[in-house]
């Protein structure tokens, strides 16, 4: 754990001694994961993201709803430095891409499937 994580949650240990026990576990939750070394994930609104930051290389694997894709991309910021190389999307469902905006700026490509944009214009004029 690093001391950003330790202050966290020592903060929100003492804060939670005044709230009823079944608010603690909520208050202990990351989004964050970390499965080796520098791979993990992100669980917010929309599912995973999948990501690998290291000092010279940072990708990730969906980007869920906008939100949620903030959050995440705030949290690889302070995972590395480096510029995002890729955002890679599994496919074309909104809960993997809609966040794609938000790493626009950031990520240098973002990667699907060919038929991903007639997909995704598709399933808008459904809607």
Known sequence: MNRKDFLLRSAMMGAATMLPIQKLAFLLQTPFTTLRRNVG???GRGG???WLATDNSLV???SQFPNSAQTCLDGLKEKTDHVMDYLINTHHHG???AG???FKG???HIVAHQNVPDLQKRSAEIQ
């Open 41 to 43: 994930t992100f669980v």
């Open 48 to 50: 995973t993201i999948g």
């Open 60 to 62: 990730a694997v969906d």
């Open 95 to 97: 809960d993997h891409t």
């Open 100 to 102: 794609n905006p938000v």
């Open 106 to 108: 950031f990520a240098k």
